[in-house]
């Protein structure tokens, strides 16, 4: 095999790879064009949000409301003119217009002269997360509440070390 056809061979396992990775993902993962327009929606980002692949390819990010456009192209901005940015909460909406609380994350993609071709954008769905800290607060707060105005003592043993 010629030196030539061991890298055509490499980068097309490399693609293959990242092509899997992207499908097989329970995050959703979009990657956007330097216009800000979808390139890749994966499978995780249908579930998620509600749009299938072909209803967003071509078209900006659906997730974000109209009054938030701007910050989201400056968020955009920043996203491909620097390192990109990770763990980022933000509210998004969903296609059937409910909200949802998500962690983001991105990075830049870049040509073989280093610039800025898209952005490769990473999302999770954290709003069971949110709502269970929510709850468990509001669950301390109660117990304080009780433990506070109780007319009987409160006791705490530590049987073991």
């Known amino acids: 095999m010629t030196e030539t056809k061991k890298i055509e061979e490499q980068m097309r396992e490399t693609t293959e790879t990242l092509k899997a990775l992207i499908q097989a993902s329970p995050v959703a993962i979009a990657v956007l064009d330097v216009d800000g ?43 491909l003119q620097s390192e990109g940015f990770v763990g980022l909460e933000l509210p998004r909406k969903k296609r059937d217009g409910t909200v949802i609380d998500v962690n983001l994350s991105a990075a830049p993609l870049h040509d073989a002269s280093g610039a800025a071709t898209g952005l490769m954008v990473l999302i999770s769905d954290i709003s069971d997360r949110k709502k269970a800290g929510e709850a468990l607060k509001l669950s301390e707060r109660r117990f304080r509440l009780l433990a506070e105005n109780a007319q009987d003592l409160i006791f705490r043993y530590r049987i073991l070390p």
């Open 37 to 79: 327009m979808i390139r890749i929606w994966n499978p995780a980002a249908e579930r998620i949000f509600g749009w299938s692949e072909w209803e967003v390819i071509g078209h900006p990010f659906p997730t974000v409301e109209e009054e938030t456009r701007e910050g989201q192209k400056r968020l955009f901005d920043v996203g």
